[in-house]
């Protein structure tokens, strides 16, 4: 087995985190054998700053030719005057196009021991462990038109959301395969009562549900499914929702782990190639600090090995290595304690290479 990575550290905090999952990868090659090898590549702020562009072609060409994609996080404040187009964000969203990776799988656990760090009581969130799929590269983000026009003198903007029938099922069986193999219940996410690509995002959604007898499939509005979320999360196993709904949604998941700092994610396309990477962004205010958590992004690299190398024992030793290092105590301050990120990342692969 071989298999190329790239590794795209971007901005703020994500060279800090990706020298952790670059430490990570090296021990499980090293105790694995997987034949991995990896490279680098310039994305969001930094590749403009270098190559006047948030994905440069170069970056593109070598992310078509991997196996898969390891993201730190894009952004910063610095580029917020730059125009649309050339803004950081605009690079990750490209990628995401260019390479059809239509799906987001974001898990979300609460782990032992960390129930008292979570905005929610303890005895609302203890074992949770649920499933986000999002659908990732149409809806409002994409669709067009889109713009800005000026109406009877002033300036007025426009988005169109928009999906059809064959982007609805295509992400709703990947959400059904995985509620099957979980405890085969899927909670679909949308605002049918006045969106009319949400009813039709229901009717798709159920008609693939057929295909699916031993999953149960149940529906909820996106207002309802966030205030559920925050009252009793418990109640969902895998919550399907288009993009948009996803992107709050699964941002409202880090509140509920006591962390954002503590979510991993996976974008893929139909075959299994895939861009991971943590949930908690670029975090421009503590970046150089030495205190961002890199367990999210320690946690991408098991999601990685499980779903684009198919791996899932070394996947497994890397998760089983992140919770070690929590079970011992050894925090960054945003889960309240005072470790710093090079000391979490040295404690799980330790761990790792202990197993």
């Not at 559920?228 to 418990?234: E, N, T, V």
């Not at 962390?259 to 908690?280: K, M, N, R, T, V």
Request: net charge negative; aromatic share 4%.
């Amino acid at each position: 087995m071989s298999a190329s990575i790239l590794l795209l550290p971007g901005d703020g905090i994500g060279p800090e985190v990706m020298v952790e999952a670059e430490r990570m990868l090296v021990a499980v090659e090293s105790r694995f054998g997987l034949g991995l090898e990896w490279h680098r590549a310039a994305i969001g702020g930094a590749a403009f700053e270098a190559h006047g562009s948030p994905l440069p072609a170069d970056t593109l060409e070598k992310a078509r030719n991997s196996t898969a994609l390891l993201l730190g996080a894009v952004g910063g404040p610095q580029w917020d005057q730059l125009p649309r187009e050339q803004r950081p964000e605009r690079g990750l969203l490209a990628l995401r196009k260019e390479l059809g990776l239509f799906a987001n799988l974001r898990p979300v656990r609460v782990l032992p021991g960390l129930e008292g760090a979570s905005a929610l009581r303890e005895e609302r969130v203890r074992g949770l462990d649920l499933l986000i799929v999002r659908e990732l590269i149409g809806g409002i983000y994409f669709s067009q038109p889109r713009g800005e026009r000026r109406v009877d003198g002033e300036r007025e903007a426009y988005n169109t959301m928009r999906y059809s029938e064959a982007e609805i099922r295509r992400i709703a069986h990947l959400a059904f395969v995985a509620a099957a193999e979980r405890s085969g219940r899927l909670c679909s996410v949308d605002k049918a009562n006045v969106l009319e690509v949400s009813a039709l995002w229901r009717e798709c959604v159920s008609a693939v549900a057929a295909d699916y007898p031993t999953v149960q499939l149940s529906h909820m509005y996106v207002d309802n499914a966030a205030m559920q979320l925050a009252l009793a999360p418990l109640q969902f196993d895998v919550l399907l929702s288009a993009n948009l709904f996803g992107d709050i949604l699964s941002d409202l998941a880090g509140a509920i782990t006591g962390s954002i700092g503590l979510l991993p994610s996976a974008s893929l396309d139909q075959q299994g190639h895939g861009l991971y990477e943590p949930c908690h962004g670029a975090a421009p205010d503590i970046a150089g600090q030495g205190v961002a958590n890199p367990m999210a992004m320690l946690l991408s690299v098991a999601m990685l090995l499980r779903h684009s190398l198919a791996a899932p024992a070394a996947a497994a030793a890397v998760e089983a290595a992140v919770h070690r290092s929590l079970e011992d105590g050894l925090c960054t301050p945003d889960l309240g304690g005072s470790a710093t990120t090079a000391e979490v990342g040295e404690a799980a692969v330790v761990a790792l290479s202990a197993s």
